[in-house]
């Protein structure tokens, strides 16, 4: 497993579980009955989980492109390696003898060359 899967894995189990228990805890200094801190808990758990894990995963595919391209690209083209996306972009576009090219995130841990 490369580093930033690990991290993004990381993220994906102890953020839901940090919002749950701050959610839980909050909910609980509030003096809501038992019930009521659970299911607050609970609910702030999915509701992160639903948000960090496609961040997460996106994030880690546009990683993966990032460590293709210094392999597939001469040094050049690298320099010129830009994010199609602020955050996380999966689709790279680089110049390569005068001309666009782009590099596409495969979805396994690579990335191939080609816009389309």
């Known amino acids: 497993m490369k580093f930033h899967h ?6 994906i189990i102890i953020l839901p579980v940090l919002a749950g228990l701050v ?5 609980g200094l509030r003096k809501l009955p038992v019930a009521g801190v659970f299911l607050c808990g609970m609910l702030a758990a999915i509701l992160a ?3 960090t894990l496609p961040v997460a995963l996106t994030c880690s595919e546009s990683r993966d492109v990032v460590h293709v391209a210094r392999r597939l ?8 390696l830009r994010g199609t996306r602020l955050i996380c972009p999966t689709v790279y576009t680089f110049e ?5 090219g782009c590099l596409v995130s495969d979805g396994d841990g690579g990335a191939h060359i080609g816009c389309g």
């Open 96 to 100: 390569r003898d005068e001309e666009r």
């Open 49 to 51: 989980f639903v948000l």
């Open 73 to 80: 690209l001469d040094p050049q083209e690298f320099q010129s």
């Open 23 to 27: 959610m839980a805890i909050e909910a």
């Open 6 to 11: 690990g991290l993004a894995l990381l993220a």
